[in-house]
């Protein structure tokens, strides 16, 4: 285990620290105090360990290892993460997870607006509750909300799907409620196994996609967008 001090190297240090390491090795970062940009870019199948509340684009641009923050993050944490996985035992500001491409993200607490913004094939598993627009303009993967979303949830959806276990405040623009499918709760079960929650039922989600009327330019209606 390699112990790394916010306190003692600067955020550049740090994550040339982290890069260097080998496949397999553990580092623990200690006194983030809201450092922001903390184990960005990484492609070695590392564990990391940030003990304490991070800043801005915490697990950014990686490819690769397990980061775990034990404590509160700022915006986009997880922004285009390609494999890997980010657990944030606390809360989350806004735009977690975007544009993700694969990986994994676990937010225990809740997320602000706009989580899982621009998803492109990660998936997004978020405990609590999450802030208006979450989901915008998700091409692609999967977000499960445990507990309530805010307005307007999935605004122009493409093929990404959210499952939501409490209350939805409203619906965006081409998102729709659909059928929940044994597939679905399938899906769900697995997800909620690897997140770790236990208060989501996976037979009693709602599950919500695309209605695909925004696919083509329609110019009867284009007065309404």
Request: proline share 2%.
């Amino acid at each position: 285990m390699v112990t790394l001090s916010c306190a003692e190297l600067s955020t550049r240090e740090l994550n040339a620290a982290l890069a260097a390491m080998p496949d397999g090795e553990q580092a623990r970062i200690v006194e983030p105090r809201g450092r922001h940009n903390l184990a960005v870019g990484l492609t070695n199948r590392i564990r990391v360990s940030i003990e304490g509340n991070a800043g801005y684009f915490i697990g950014g641009l990686c490819d690769g290892p397990d980061v775990v923050v034990d404590g509160f993050v700022g915006w986009s944490v997880a922004e285009n993460l390609m494999s890997g996985t980010v657990r944030v035992r606390g809360n989350a500001s806004e735009c977690a997870g975007a544009t993700a491409h694969g990986g994994t993200l676990v937010i225990e607490g809740d997320a602000s607006s706009r989580a899982g913004i621009s998803l492109k094939g990660g998936t997004v598993l978020v405990a609590g509750d999450v802030g208006h627009m979450s989901g915008f303009m998700a091409q692609a993967g999967v977000i499960l909300v445990g507990g309530d979303a805010h307005e307007s949830l999935g605004d122009s959806l493409y093929e990404a799907v959210v499952y939501v276990g409490g209350a939805i405040a409203s619906l965006g623009s081409d998102a729709r409620v659909e059928d929940l499918s044994s597939d679905d709760v399938t899906r769900v079960r697995a997800l909620v196994r690897t997140a770790g929650f236990d208060h989501v039922d996976p037979e009693n989600v709602t599950r919500v996609a695309s209605a695909r009327e925004l696919y083509h330019f329609d110019a009867v209606k284009a007065h309404q967008y």
